[in-house]
């Protein structure tokens, strides 16, 4: 069965920078592009970015400067780093899978908290 | 603000058709087919319902179609059903600007 877990909820002073991590489980987190979406509290949802197989990633203009996605192909992993955090931060971060370039994400981590 | 327009809520009785719209612009809705539709009840992940505009995966319900004409996507929910209570909400890939956009979601309600 398709699982992505996420790591668990954050506090940080604006400023910091937080990671979240997102690990899959019965899948190979490598053969697909992954995706970050982050919803605060009352707003509408915000596409952060996508890291593709290769390593390649692209960032929305929203978040460029201060996001970045890694993958661990050794623990099945993907990372998306924030910095310089603001108030306007906290909210709800997820990743999510996209299968074969089809546009929309079938399969999503628990989300995480992040509290600026 | 949403890049792309839902109403915030949209209720029906059980046994009716209820259509959610989800409007947004000539880069997105309106000149590509990557439109999504997801259903996420609180507390749980999102869901795929529709994408690429009408078509369903495995596993969803007849009774949820999709559409879309102009710059704007429409859900159609028929034969309401109590555990169809949940928010949906739309998602596109703009062209543009090559990010994906979302509706700030509607909650449906089953009276």
């Known amino acids: 069965q398709v699982q992505l877990v996420q790591s668990g909820a954050e506090v940080k002073k604006p400023g910091a920078s937080v990671k979240v991590s997102c690990k899959a489980s019965?899948?190979?987190?490598?053969?697909?592009?992954i995706h970050w979406v982050r919803q605060a509290p009352g707003q509408g949802r915000d596409w952060m970015g996508i890291?593709?197989?290769?390593?390649?990633?692209a960032y929305a203009p929203k978040f460029q400067g201060r996001v970045t996605m890694t993958r661990d192909t050794s623990t099945n992993t993907v990372d998306m780093d924030l910095k310089s955090l603001r108030s306007d931060d906290t909210a709800v971060y997820y990743c999510?899978?996209?299968?074969?370039?089809?546009?929309?994400?079938?399969?999503w981590g628990q989300g995480t908290l992040v509290t600026v | 603000q949403s890049a792309l327009t839902q109403p915030a809520s949209v209720s029906g009785s059980p046994g009716q058709s209820i259509t959610i719209s989800c409007t947004g612009t000539?880069?997105?809705?309106?000149?590509?087919?990557?439109v999504t539709w997801y259903r996420q009840e609180p507390g749980k992940a999102p869901q795929v319902i529709i994408f690429d505009v009408n078509k369903r995966p495995s596993g969803i319900s007849h009774r949820f179609s999709g559409s879309k004409s102009d710059n704007t996507a429409s859900l159609t929910i028929s034969g309401l059903q109590a555990e169809d209570e949940a928010e949906y909400y739309c998602?596109?890939?703009?062209?543009?600007?090559?990010?994906?956009?979302f509706g700030a979601g509607t909650k449906v309600t089953v009276l």
């Open positions: 019965g899948h190979t987190l490598s053969n697909y592009n």
């Open positions: 890291i593709r197989p290769s390593g390649v990633t």
């Open positions: 998602c596109s890939y703009d062209g543009a600007s090559s990010i994906y956009v």
């Open positions: 000539s880069t997105n809705i309106g000149t590509l087919n990557f």
């Open positions: 999510a899978r996209e299968v074969d370039h089809s546009y929309n994400f079938d399969s």
